[in-house]
Structures are given as structure tokens and as C-alpha cells.
């Protein structure tokens, strides 16, 4: 890989005065008058007061803001997170496999998809891999630097991203034991010789439980029984090992093709049999599908989906690499940790799982997708406050984040799809309002919603700055009022709606066509977690809640996007729709 830093724009803070006009924009469809006065008020004092003086202590490079100004704030804030990583941070990404090695055994495509991640992270690790682009603009490769051979390590108040370069071994995850793959002398794996080694794994019996249930601790906790684990010689080996490999790849022979529970096995499920500190956890299944279960502080989802399909790419070339017969190999023991020292913990985090995930639902929606990518994703965020907006009666804020992969280090930004016109929509279609009419509204809302991702694209968006004003203003001791008001919180804090979605546009890279969902856990307990992968042919959608009410979201939800698809394929004065007609047959899938 080639570290493209030169190409790429330096991050720089918006204008204060921007920020706060835009902040304003967005929250004054989502509260009441009186509400929207009381936080006029607060932006103006804060334009009179705090705001100059942190916005120019922002400004300020420091070594880890030549380039980027918020990259570090946004690292540490992953970092500093206390929560157990899954469910409540790792997102979970799922992968149909070519045809061309669907249908192999299980161990087969196993070391196959094993074999096309090694090569890719020799690739990196030789800056021999090519840079993406979009629309003709390079995109930062940074992240890419993290997917192999990185781990979270736990710390009492904050954690760290520690990375290995040289990629030698890797992990397998099966029945609850791990097992180390280490390269031949020659340096690389051939996919017969690791396609022997996991055949011979999945004779190895399971364990009722298995270490890896560990990192689903609290982080705080994690890293106190981490150290004292440590204290022993051959639970360190084994810590050693799993720290430097290059990635999990974790055996799932679950036979079920239901993307919900596939999604729920990638995202929380059978925790003894993950890693969630690693960076990339790549799990197979029975049925011609894998997925990957992500760690957030160093990997976003564009990058990651990126990843996945550079995987799928390589999978029918590496599969004619080694012909049968297979080779021979020394037999294959699973690491060795102390069992009995951990029972107690492992007990505890057993029960401690379980009240973490317990009632957290996954529904998938899937319905066919019109040829228009883009209009597709608007059409989607129109349906989710249509949803909501059926469930409660009321509206909330929405969030939805942009990658800013065309920046020095670029993580991402958030849209607010939340618009005075979005509103009107949801509120009139409720009402009864002539087609024609609701055509139109639905138009000018998507290109409010365009407006705001574009901006948001350009470094130009308020959730960033106003969250690295937020940390400058908690250095120096003082919190200003406008970050402390309800409004500010609900419509910046975690949201009651998030959404999600990744995608690869048209006009240069082409489509994602072996991803098939996106999904990962509400950001609050009432909340609902939304992430989809538009598609052409058909576009699944992943709503993730611990709310009773969340197969009941799902369901307006796949209600919703049909009406928004048969309101934006009607004439309208106002703009011309770009949308075909394709069937409306609805398929719902959940459990």
C-alpha cells in the first residue's frame, strides 16, 4: 500500500459561525418553539463568549491535529469508551460468497477466504496494495494499516490500538478453543496446507466455554482480570499469540441462510468462539456466507466494506491454487491457557453476557431496489421517519454518518436527514395529502438531504467540530451552556434512530455485490440500530433494538419504503423523478 497522505486535503475547522447557522438548521424542525428560542439563545452567548476563544484554541496544530483536527478526539473517544465492545460497538458485516466456491466444503472455503486475506495483508504490509478512489479523488489508505495484525488492548481508564506488522500466523476460533496457523518456512500459507489444518480443528471437541468470552467484560474490568491472567506462563503465550496474529478467523458450522441470525451470530452470538479486541474477526458459516465483526476505534464501515469485497474478489483465484489432494500436516493442538484459574471469570462473564444482550432483537427487512443508488439510500431515510413517526406519533433526530476518506485521516462525518421538508412529507402522507403533492415534498427532501451530506463531504459538517469544541472546552475546565442543553443532547448525543449505511459509487468503483448487510446494536437502550447496504436488485436491512416494539418498527419500516417508492415513481412539477418502477414484493425475514 502506498500511504497517499500527500494527495489528500488537510482537515481543517470549519467556521464557527457556519457551524452554529447549520446546527441551528437542523434542530429547528425537531423541537417546539419555545425549545428552539432557548437554544437560539445559547448559540448566540456562545458566539459571544466561549465559542471564539475554544474554536481558537482548535485551531491550534498540535502533532496530532497537523492534518487532521479532530482525528485524535475522535480516536479517544472510541478508546476511552467502558462498555464491553460487543454488542455495543463492534458493527457486523455479512458476505454472500461467490458462486464459484459456494458450494465447496466447509474447510475449503474456510482456508480460502484465510488464503485471500493473508495475501491482502501482505499487500499492505508491502505497499503493494492499490489506493481507493471516488469520482476520480483519491481516498485516505490509513485505515487499511489497522485491519491486520491490530488489537484493542484494555486499560483501566482508556484503551490502546497496539499493531504487529509481518502478519506470520493467524487465529482459528472453533467450539470455543484457539488455535494458531503459523506460515511455512517459506513465508506463506498455501490454501491446502491451512485447508488440512482447519479439517483437522473441526475433529478437535469443543469447550463449554471458551476464553474469548473475556473481551465481551467491561473494558475497565477486562483489563484488570487481563493482567492478573498474564501472571500465568501459558495463558501469556496464548494472550502473546492472539495479540499478534493477523486476524480471528472464527468456524461457525451454523446451518441456518437467514441473514438475521447470521447477523446476530457476527454481531453478539457465541461469544466463547470470538476475540472482539481484534480488529478483524472473520467468521464462516455452513451455508455459502462470512462475515466480519469489526472493531470500531481504528476501522470504519466504508473501509471495511471495501475489505470484504477485495476478500470475495480474490476467493476464486485463490480457490485453484491448490489442487486435491490435500497435503499432509503435524496435528494441530488448540492453545493452551489456565482453565481452572478462569472458571470463575469465565462463569461471571458468562452471566454478565447474557444480561447485556438479553432482549436485543435483529429483523431483517429485504425488499428489490430501483436502479437508483443514490435516490435508493434518500428513499430509505425517508421511510425510517415515516416509521417512527407511525409508531410514537412524534419525530426525532436521525443520525447517519459520511465517510471523509478524502481528507488526511479521515473517519467520518453525520448527516441529519431530518429536514423541515422530510417532516412535511411524513406529516401530510399521515394526513392524506393528493400524490402529487407528497411527489414533490419527498423531492425536496432528498435534496435537503443532499445539501447536508455535501457539506458534511467537504469537512463542513457540525457534529465533528462541535464535539472537538466540546473536548477542548473540558482541557481547560470550562463547559459552556449550549453544551449542556437537552436539545443539544438529544439531537447530537446518541440517537434514538441510527442509521447506517455503506455503499461504492456507481460511477468508479462499481457496486459492493457480495455484501449483503450491515448491522450493529442502538447506541441506547431505547433506541433502534438501522444499517443497510443499497443495492441494485435488492437492498436488506438489519433494525436491531431491545425494544418489544422492534419487529413492529421493522414491519412499518418495510410498510414505508413501498410508499416512499410508489410516491417518488408519481409526476411532479416541482422535480422530475429519476426512479424506475420495479416490483414491490416484500420479503421479511426476522426471528
Known amino acids: 500500500m502506498i500511504r497517499n497522505s500527500s494527495a489528500l486535503k488537510k482537515l481543517q475547522p470549519p467556521s464557527l459561525e457556519q457551524t452554529c447557522r447549520r446546527y441551528l438548521e437542523i434542530v429547528r424542525p425537531l423541537v417546539s418553539e419555545n425549545a428552539f428560542l432557548q437554544t437560539e439563545r445559547l448559540v448566540q452567548d456562545f458566539l459571544a463568549h466561549d465559542g471564539p476563544l475554544l474554536q481558537q484554541q482548535l485551531a491550534q496544530p498540535t502533532s496530532d491535529t497537523t492534518d487532521n483536527y479532530v482525528a485524535k478526539f475522535w480516536r479517544d473517544m472510541y478508546l476511552q469508551a467502558r462498555e464491553p465492545l460487543s454488542p455495543y460497538h463492534n458493527p457486523a458485516l455479512l458476505c454472500r460468497l461467490p458462486t464459484a466456491i459456494s458450494t465447496r466444503r466447509f474447510s475449503r472455503r474456510a482456508a480460502v477466504i484465510a488464503a485471500s486475506a493473508l495475501e491482502l495483508a501482505r499487500q499492505i504490509q508491502s505497499k503493494s496494495f492499490g489506493s481507493d478512489s471516488e469520482r476520480g479523488n483519491p481516498l485516505c489508505d490509513a485505515q487499511y494499516e489497522f485491519m491486520f495484525g491490530s488489537i484493542r488492548l484494555p486499560g483501566e481508564r482508556r484503551d490502546r490500538i497496539v499493531r504487529t506488522s509481518g502478519n506470520k500466523h493467524f487465529v482459528v476460533a472453533h467450539g470455543g478453543n484457539l488455535f494458531k496457523i503459523a506460515a511455512p518456512d517459506n513465508g506463506r500459507h498455501s490454501v491446502g496446507e491451512i485447508e488440512t489444518a482447519i479439517a483437522e480443528i473441526l475433529r478437535t471437541p469443543s469447550t463449554e466455554l471458551g476464553l474469548g468470552i473475556l473481551t465481551t467484560l467491561p473494558r475497565t474490568e477486562w483489563a484488570t482480570l487481563r493482567r492478573r491472567l498474564r501472571r500465568a506462563p501459558s495463558t501469556r503465550d496464548t494472550l502473546r499469540t492472539i495479540d499478534t496474529a493477523a486476524f480471528v478467523l472464527c468456524l461457525e458450522p451454523d446451518t441456518s441462510a437467514n441473514p438475521a441470525i447470521l447477523a446476530n451470530r457476527i454481531l453478539h452470538e457465541h461469544a466463547s468462539n470470538r476475540w472482539y479486541d481484534k480488529v478483524l474477526q472473520l467468521v464462516v458459516f455452513e451455508q455459502p456466507f462470512f462475515g466480519i465483526n469489526m472493531e470500531h476505534s481504528a476501522v470504519d464501515g466504508h473501509a471495511c466494506a471495501l475489505l470484504a469485497q477485495k476478500i470475495c474478489d480474490r476467493l476464486p483465484y485463490m480457490d ?272
Not at 434514538?496 to 462499481?510: I, Y
Not at 447506541?523 to 441494485?536: E, S
Request: charged share 20%; proline share 6%; with cysteine.
Open 320 to 591: 485453484l491454487l491448490t489442487p486435491s489432494p490435500l497435503p499432509r500436516l503435524m496435528p494441530i493442538a488448540p492453545l493452551a491457557w489456565d482453565r481452572e484459574a478462569c472458571a470463575i471469570d469465565l462463569r461471571r462473564a458468562q452471566t454478565a453476557r447474557a444480561t447485556c444482550c438479553r432482549g436485543l432483537r435483529t429483523v431483517v427487512v429485504k425488499w428489490q431496489s430501483p436502479a437508483d443508488l443514490s435516490t435508493l439510500d434518500h428513499a430509505i431515510q425517508l421511510a425510517i421517519q415515516l416509521s417512527y413517526l407511525k409508531l410514537t406519533g412524534t419525530i426525532t433526530s436521525v443520525y447517519k454518518p459520511v465517510h471523509m476518506r478524502r481528507f488526511v485521516d479521515g473517519r467520518t462525518e453525520a448527516v441529519h436527514p431530518v429536514t423541515p421538508s422530510s417532516l412535511a412529507f411524513c406529516r401530510r402522507l399521515l394526513a392524506g395529502a393528493a400524490t402529487s403533492e407528497l411527489s414533490g415534498l419527498a423531492y425536496r427532501a432528498m435534496e435537503e438531504m443532499t445539501t447536508r451530506a455535501a457539506h458534511s463531504r467537504k469537512g463542513e459538517g457540525i457534529n465533528r467540530h462541535l464535539f472537538a469544541l466540546q473536548r477542548v472546552a473540558q482541557q481547560l475546565g470550562r463547559m459552556p451552556a449550549l453544551f449542556a442543553d437537552a436539545t443539544y443532547q438529544a439531537v447530537l448525543g446518541p440517537t434514538v434512530l441510527c442509521s447506517s449505511s455503506v455503499r461504492v459509487h456507481p460511477q468508479t468503483n462499481g457496486d459492493i455485490p457480495n455484501l449483503e448487510l450491515l448491522a450493529f446494536a442502538p447506541v441506547r437502550a431505547d433506541g433502534f440500530g438501522i444499517g443497510y447496504i443499497p443495492q441494485r436488485g435488492h437492498t436488506l436491512v438489519a433494525i436491531t433494538g431491545y425494544r418489544d416494539d422492534t419487529a413492529h418498527f421493522a414491519a412499518l419500516l418495510e410498510e414505508s419504503i413501498g410508499v416512499v417508492f410508489e410516491t417518488l415513481m408519481q409526476p411532479t412539477d416541482a422535480v422530475t423523478p429519476t426512479l424506475t418502477r420495479s416490483a414491490d414484493r416484500h420479503v421479511r425475514q426476522g426471528r
